[in-house]
């Protein structure tokens, strides 16, 4: 993956990591998975943003260089994993919403129940967290340098099969086209908006 590509807004990187490939080694062993769902998050100009409100402990791996992981706890439940994007010293993410597990199938299901269908094996960014191993220790990992997140490029996605529309289950600024995904993907996870959500001005 091209640190160029990465250094672009969150709303332009977004749709150019579907396709894209993380991969995640463990004591457990190793797990790939195709990216097919992602949301852009454009830092203190965006209101549902982390880093709305400026820098703090817990975003700061948001501000930059790009190409780093952020990594956070959703609800105190699950761990949502983020691209850093955009020029150091600005805030700027890419939420991985879901993907395909292409290699290590096995220790996903392993990780996420045995009865779990493959589809819904990292639907969702907290199963596709689960499924892949990342936690918390994994956050602020750069993700170019062969370090124990890895993300590099996949099959190129033509542009009529990604479809894009608003982000999911944010209460301020859900309306903006900031979701990208592939278009009939049962990996992609359902819209659900949030009943805390207002209309918004676009972005």
């Known amino acids: ?37 992602t949301e852009a998050y454009a830092g203190t100009a965006d209101p549902a ?63 996420r129940g045995e009865r779990v269908e493959s589809p819904r094996l990292a639907r969702g960014p907290g199963n596709f967290c689960q499924a892949l191993g990342i936690t918390g220790e994994h956050n602020g990992v750069n993700l170019l340098t062969g370090g124990p997140v890895m993300l590099s490029e996949g099959e190129p996605v033509p542009a009529a099969h990604i479809r894009v529309g608003p982000r999911v289950g944010v209460s301020k600024a859900h309306d903006w086209q900031h979701r990208f995904y592939l278009a009939g993907d049962p990996t992609v996870s359902a819209y659900r908006l949030s009943p805390r959500a207002k209309p918004s001005a676009g972005a």
Request: net charge neutral; hydrophobic share 40%; aromatic share 4%.
């Open 1 to 37: 993956m091209n640190v160029d590509l990465l250094s672009r807004p969150a709303e332009e990187v977004a749709p150019r990591l579907l396709g894209s490939v993380l991969t995640c080694e463990t004591s457990e062993g190793t797990v790939r998975i195709a990216v097919t769902e």
């Open 49 to 111: 943003s982390h880093a709305y409100r400026g820098r703090t402990p817990r975003n700061a791996v948001m501000f930059g260089p790009a190409g780093h992981l952020y990594v956070y706890r959703s609800h105190g439940l699950h761990w949502c994993a983020n691209v850093v994007t955009g020029q150091d010293g600005i805030a700027s993410a890419v939420l991985i919403r879901a993907g395909r597990v292409v290699e290590g199938e096995d220790l996903a299901r392993e990780r």
